[in-house]
Structure formats: C-alpha cells, structure tokens
C-alpha cells in the first residue's frame, strides 16, 4: 500500500517538473503542488488505514490464539501414587501442569511400586507409579488391564555413610552384603565397622530393581528396625549411622552431599554411565493407567513426556529413554 502511494505522489512531481521545464503558467505550477498535496494526504489516510487494519489482524490473531489455550486447558482431577523413586519427577511436573491447568487437580503420593500397581488395578487411583512391569507384581489378569507409559529411565545406587571411606565394591562384595554374609566393613576393604542395613520392603520397586540388576536375582536380608520405603528416611538413616549402607534413586542424589554414592565394579552411578551401557543397575520407570485412563490423566502424562517437561528429567536424575544406547538397551533385554 505505502509503495503504490509513493509512486503516485512521484509521479505527480515529475509531471509539474515537467510543466514547469516547458514553459508552463504558473497556475499550471499551482494546480501540481496542489495534486501533490492531496496525493500525499492521501497516501498518509491509506498508510493509517493499513495500519489499523494490521492491528485490528494482529488483536485478532492474539485473540485466536488465547481462545485456542483456554480452550485445550485440562480440568478435573488426577490421582497418581505408587514409586517413592520417580515421586520427586512427578510431584515437579504435577505442579508445573497446574500452572497452566488452573481447573485441573494433580493428587501425587508414594507408597511403593506394588502398593501403586495394586491401586490403578482395582480403580481407587488414576495413575499407578511404578520402577517394574506391572507383570512382576500384580497376577497376570489384573496386569492385562493396565497400559504402561514409560516416562523416564531410573538409575539405582548404593549409598553409605560419607564418613565411612568406602567408595567403590564389586557385584560379589554388595551381594555377601545384602544377602547378610558379610557383616563387618574390613571384610571389604573398609574399617573394623559393623554393617548396618537399610532395606526396603517386599514391595518396593527400587529394591526389586536393585535386587536384579545389583545383586544377580540374590534374596535380599531383612532389617525390619530400619526398613522404609521413603527415600528421604532412608538417607538420613544412611547419614545418621556410621556403618549403614542403602541405595537410591540417583535422583535423590542429585545436591546431596550428606551420603557417598558408591561405585560397583569401579563404575560410577550416573546418567552418562547409565547410557553407554557401563552401569547395569537401571530401569524404566512406569505411569500405568487402567484402560487408557481419563482424559486429564492422559493430558497429564502427555505433558510429563513432552517437549516442555523435557529439560526436567534430566536436571532431576532421571534419564531419558530416547538417549540410552543400543548396549545398554540389549543388556537388559539379555538378563
């Protein structure tokens, strides 16, 4: 529009120009001015005219758009409960999908993976939270009515006190450990220091998961007095007992310097070892629903495994599936 405008009031100039090189009369020169006058108030109305009607598209575009938001926001209610270990990711991203979900309710508890798996299967919870398959702690007919969504990768590590000096053990040390062999820390190269064990109970996914991966299947010694499927209790035990040894989460550990994370066979748990295939104790972590689960349960599993969440994951401990490499993929698949 400005262009066209433009052109017209040259065009009117070069012809009085014109005119007036000829010899024309001064009203000639008069009658130019006054078309160039006119053509350039002209141009300014069609300028403002444009303008406003930019505005008018934009206001409509913003509009179109926030009409669009409201009308994809989730209301109703969401209730999760089941693995202490991915608690802290969707506790985070329950929050976050409130934010932009005022009308939508984001229940989130603990409890353990078989207690979360037990509860989605018979209906009194949306969303059943889980370290393992549904297949490794339900029967199979109440398992066959769930669907998996598998939301991250989990990495499991030992843990003692930081005051005892022990760093790294082999798969053989942690198993006569755990199993109750071996019972005092000289015997594994650390100091004249009773072993003290803190367990997880029958239901735990973590500890099903460190049991397979960390122990080769071994049947893990009960300690009933420091039992507890709170990761939180269970590292302030850890840092409250010069000889106690646990494990957790990686996510658990992420700031925390108040317990040693210990390495297994010299590897290191963390999520760049979990990737390339060199740590073995890991696993995908679970959000099953009963059926494909309701819409704001859906929405909300949606939201943890998308874009927006994604730098989450990884900044609280957790992997992302997409990232683990082929080895440690097959490993798994292999065991």
């Not at 400005?2 to 000829?22: N, W």
């Amino acid at each position: 529009m400005k262009k066209k405008s433009l052109a017209i009031v040259s065009a009117i100039v070069m012809t009085a120009s014109l005119l007036a090189g000829c010899g024309a009369s001064g009203s000639a020169d008069q009658a130019a001015s006054t078309a160039a006058t006119q053509a350039a108030a002209d141009t300014q109305a069609a300028d403002t005219e444009a303008d406003a009607q930019a505005a008018d598209t934009e206001a409509a575009t913003q509009a179109e758009s926030a009409s669009a938001d409201e009308a994809t926001q989730v209301s109703g209610e969401v209730t999760a409960a089941g693995s202490s270990a991915l608690l802290p990711l969707v506790q985070a991203a329950a929050e976050k999908f409130m934010d932009t979900n005022p009308d939508c309710t984001v229940t989130v508890n603990g409890g353990g993976s078989g207690e979360g798996l037990k509860q989605v299967a018979d209906g009194s919870i949306d969303i059943g939270n889980s370290d393992v398959f549904a297949e490794e702690k339900l029967d199979a007919d109440a398992a066959a009515k769930l669907v998996d969504h598998e939301v991250a990768t989990i990495t499991m590590a030992p843990v003692v006190n930081k005051d005892l000096g022990v760093t790294n053990l082999t798969t053989d040390q942690l198993v006569s450990i755990f199993t109750g062999k071996t019972t005092n820390w000289k015997d594994v190269g650390g100091p004249d220091e009773a072993i003290v064990l803190v367990t997880r109970p029958s239901s735990s996914g973590t500890r099903a998961l460190f049991k397979t991966w960390a122990l080769n299947g071994a049947e893990e010694a009960s300690n009933e007095a420091l039992e507890t499927d709170d990761s939180g209790t269970l590292l302030q035990t850890v840092e409250q007992n010069k000889g106690a040894i646990g494990y957790v989460a990686l996510s658990y550990l992420v700031n925390n310097s108040d317990v040693q994370a210990v390495s297994i066979d010299d590897v290191e748990p963390s999520l760049e070892n979990t990737y390339n295939g060199s740590y073995k104790v890991w696993g995908y972590e679970h959000m099953y629903t009963n059926g494909e689960g309701s819409d704001a349960a859906k929405a909300f599993i949606d939201y943890i495994t998308g874009d927006k969440f994604a730098d989450s994951v990884e900044s609280m401990g957790y992997g992302v599936a997409s990232k683990m490499s082929e080895e440690a993929v097959n490993s798994h698949k292999t065991n």
